[in-house]
Nanobody
Framework: VQLVQSGAELRNPGASVMISCKTSGYTFTLEYIHWVRQSPGQRLEWMGR????????KTARNFQGRVTFTADTSTNTAYLDLSALKSEDTAVYYC?????WGKGTLVTVSS
């Protein structure tokens, strides 16, 4: 099983960022994809998840209105789109299934 994430991103405050998570080695539609992040010096923070089979999502309250989760079953890839970025969104973002993690994508928000 592999979850391969897109590369590091640098954004200005107020911009948006999209992170991809391309999966392989298992049946994409049979497991939720969760997104978590870790800001410098902070604990892991769960952002939400998507059911790739039906497209249903659940979003943590802190991110409601700013985050979109999507999944492309033709490419077995999940996406996280985070808008209205703030400096506090600087973090490493991870996609995960029940037992596997991507290596993380560093997003830096700075003017």
């Amino acid at each position: 099983v592999q979850l391969v994430q897109s590369g590091a991103e640098l954004r200005n405050p107020g911009a948006s960022v999209m992170i991809s998570c391309k999966t392989s080695g298992y049946t994409f539609t049979l497991e939720y994809i969760h997104w978590v992040r870790q800001s410098p010096g902070q604990r892991l923070e769960w952002m939400g998840r998507i059911d790739p089979e039906e497209g249903g999502t659940k979003t943590a309250r802190n991110f409601q209105g700013r985050v979109t989760f999507t999944a492309d079953t033709s490419t077995n890839t999940a996406y996280l789109d985070l808008s209205a970025l703030k400096s506090e969104d600087t973090a490493v973002y991870y996609c995960t299934t029940k037992n596997n993690w991507g290596k993380g994508t560093l997003v830096t928000v700075s003017s």
